[in-house]
């Protein structure tokens, strides 16, 4: 079974910096486009960043460009969401979602950035930013 799995998330005060961490649990990411959505109180389910580790490719919310960095670490199978700068409106529950490179929609999915086009995630973590 895929299931991404987070951890890292929490409570900080606008301006800080919280990383997030997104293991593999039954399947390989070199395989797969991973991307990091949110769903804040009240809203729908947003793309935040996106990344292929097998070509290193990165997709970026503008919301969050220039604060938010994506990366990979493939010898871990864990991909991470380094958020720097983090406002009150970062504010949600952050997933990690995989979608199939070949036979699925993962490439789609990694420029598009919608929830619908990933097929398996993680149960999320929370992260809260105060003023």
């Known amino acids: 079974e895929v299931q991404p799995v987070e951890s890292g998330g929490g409570l900080v005060r606008a301006g800080e910096s919280l990383r997030l961490s997104c293991t593999a649990s039954g399947f390989t990411f070199d395989d797969y486009a991973i991307g990091w959505l949110r769903q804040a109180p009240g809203k729908g389910r947003e793309g935040v960043a996106t990344i292929t580790s097998i070509d290193g490719d990165t997709y970026y919310a503008d919301s969050v460009k220039g604060r938010f960095t994506i990366s990979s670490d493939n010898a871990k199978n864990t991909v991470y969401l380094q958020m720097n700068s983090l406002k009150p409106e970062d504010t949600a529950v952050y997933y990690c979602?995989?979608?199939?490179?070949?036979?699925?929609?993962?490439?789609?999915?990694?420029?598009?950035?919608?929830?619908?086009?990933?097929?398996?995630w993680g149960r999320g973590t929370q992260v809260t930013v105060s003023s």
């Open positions: 979602a995989a979608e199939p490179l070949v036979g699925g929609r993962g490439y789609w999915a990694r420029a598009a950035m919608e929830a619908p086009l990933f097929g398996s």
